[in-house]
């Protein structure tokens, strides 16, 4: 089992950035993939990125590429989620998660345990 605590939200203006980061403890962090999720109030959680356990390959939502950077610091046992360029529609709870193992998946299913979220406030 992995505990996971988010850390780095808040409110910003449109156009801003943030910087979101994820401790983890339990499972030896190098040997799980992890992803970010959100969900905004009245929709369901959706992918946003995901970076596998060497951290040499990442995959990103269409909706963030190119604004969003996918990272970790295996010997930290911390993943981070750097947000630049931000928009209203980005506004949710973001979720950490860790994966099964090293594997790569996309599915919010597939992932076996999961942060309390931390609030990401995007305002226009």
């Known amino acids: 089992q992995v505990q996971l605590v988010e850390s780095g939200g808040g409110l910003v203006q449109a156009g801003g950035s943030l910087r979101l980061s994820c401790a983890a403890s339990?499972?030896?962090?190098?040997?799980?993939?992890m992803g970010w999720f959100r969900q905004a109030p009245g929709k369901e959680r959706e992918f946003v990125a995901v970076i596998n356990w060497s951290g040499d390959y990442v995959y990103y939502a269409t909706s963030v590429k190119g604004r969003f950077i996918i990272s970790r610091d295996n010997p930290k046992n911390t993943g981070y989620l750097q947000m630049n360029s931000l928009k209203p529609e980005d506004t949710a709870v973001y979720y950490c998660?860790?994966?099964?193992?090293?594997?790569?998946?996309?599915?919010?299913?597939?992932?076996?345990?999961w942060g309390q979220g931390t609030q990401v406030t995007v305002s226009s």
């Open positions: 339990g499972r030896t962090f190098s040997n799980y993939d």
């Open positions: 998660a860790a994966g099964r193992g090293r594997w790569t998946t996309t599915q919010a299913k597939d992932y076996v345990d």
